[in-house]
């Protein structure tokens, strides 16, 4: 994804609008133009290629989002193929929808601080399309249970995403400014008390309280 995104995923997301549906990606293709210097329509408060670099966090994870609903049954190649292929033709035009000035979607007023439409939406209906198409687990069954694989793994990925979050939603002020107090305060609360609710609701049906329920919560 990030050498799609240096060669011209940016520019799809960021380029020159057509008509308000993709970017033109010879616009910054292979990063041209994209300096040290500011960039009035788009990153006027840090320096251009600052914030090609954050924007590409979010073309990243996207993609990691929606694995969880394949782990284990795709093969490699094939994996890396969706991807791409998603990233070009789902992404990359849904960001430009959006977050571009000239994006249709942003003239109609659609606000999406962070990416909750551009990443959360797409990765939420890409998984469950691809856990339509592959259907069950061979082990999925009447009386068959699946235990986590490995929960250490899973807390430390919580905490890594959660404290990385900071950076993903005060980050998108695209500055050390009250937007970025707002959106710090929020993410740490609101996921605080998310995984209070989940901790709650388990205990209340009568479940273990348990670590993994925990980091799902939050």
């Known amino acids: 994804i990030t050498v799609l995104y240096a060669c011209f995923g940016f520019s799809l997301c960021f380029g020159e609008s057509f008509h308000g549906l993709v970017g033109n990606p010879f616009t910054y293709f292979m990063l041209k133009g ?4 500011t960039n009035a329509l788009l990153s ?3 320096p251009f290629l600052l914030f090609a670099i954050f924007q590409l966090k979010f073309a ?3 993609p990691a989002l929606i694995t969880g609903s394949f782990a284990e049954r795709v093969k490699f190649n094939a994996y890396l193929l969706f991807i791409c292929l998603f990233s070009v033709f789902i992404y990359s035009p849904l ?4 977050w571009h000035p000239d994006g249709f979607l942003h003239k109609w007023g659609v606000l999406d601080f962070a990416g909750g439409t551009v990443v959360h939406m797409s990765a939420g209906y890409a998984a469950l399309a691809g856990a339509m198409i592959l259907g069950n687990r061979t082990s999925f069954g009447d009386n068959k249970h699946s235990e986590p694989a490995n929960i250490p793994f899973v807390i430390l990925g919580t905490g890594m995403l959660w404290f990385g979050w900071f950076g993903f939603n005060a980050g998108s002020s695209l500055g050390a400014n009250t937007t ?3 959106a710090f305060a929020t993410t740490i609360v609101a996921s605080a008390a998310a995984m209070m609710t ?3 609701f388990d205990a209340i049906r009568g479940k273990k309280v348990s670590a993994m329920g925990a980091c799902i919560g939050a």
């Open 34 to 37: 994209v300096d040290l210097n």
């Open 44 to 46: 006027p408060t840090i």
């Open 60 to 62: 990243i994870i996207t």
């Open 95 to 98: 960001a430009h929808w959006t």
């Open 180 to 182: 970025a107090v707002l």
């Open 198 to 200: 989940w901790i709650f």
